[in-house]
């Protein structure tokens, strides 16, 4: 399971739906909301929920809904909070054909960067500021 646990008094709030194999996720710099991967529709699919003061997750939104063997995986939050990045498998009948994609918080404006990669991640750099914070993607194994 994929848990938070208070560790004054050992109490376990797990993510429904997300079992041993669901190591795909990313808590947003406050700890606000969690990304993440789980098969909670049928297949992967990128989630995101929030957690509570007290360690619970509650709100679930299904960020993506690809195809069928279309599966996502890998969220990984922009420094703002506004965006998450995740690995797609864009077509099943090749053996891993990983392209990455974006999608918004809210599940709005989802696209297909056309880059091929593995286990996107990314960097805020600069000052503080909306007009001054720069985005720096690091992909690791890219092929284009």
Do not use: M
């Amino acid at each position: 399971d994929l848990c938070i646990v208070n560790l004054s008094n050992n109490e376990k709030n797990c993510l429904k739906g997300a079992d041993y194999r669901d190591a795909d996720f990313a808590p947003t710099r406050d700890d606000s909301r969690i990304a993440f991967a789980a098969p909670i529709s049928g297949q992967y699919e990128i989630w995101v929920a929030e957690i509570d003061e007290n360690g619970n997750f509650g709100n679930y939104i299904q960020l993506t809904h690809g195809a069928d063997g279309v599966v996502s995986r890998a969220p990984n939050w922009s420094s703002n909070g506004n965006w998450i990045i995740f690995e797609r498998d864009v077509d099943p009948s090749q053996l891993e054909e990983i392209q990455l994609h974006i999608v918004r918080a809210d599940g709005s404006s989802l696209r297909n960067l056309g880059i091929t990669g593995r286990r996107p991640a990314w960097s805020a750099q600069g000052e503080p500021g909306p007009a001054e914070v720069k985005q720096l993607l690091y992909l690791p194994a890219i092929k284009k």
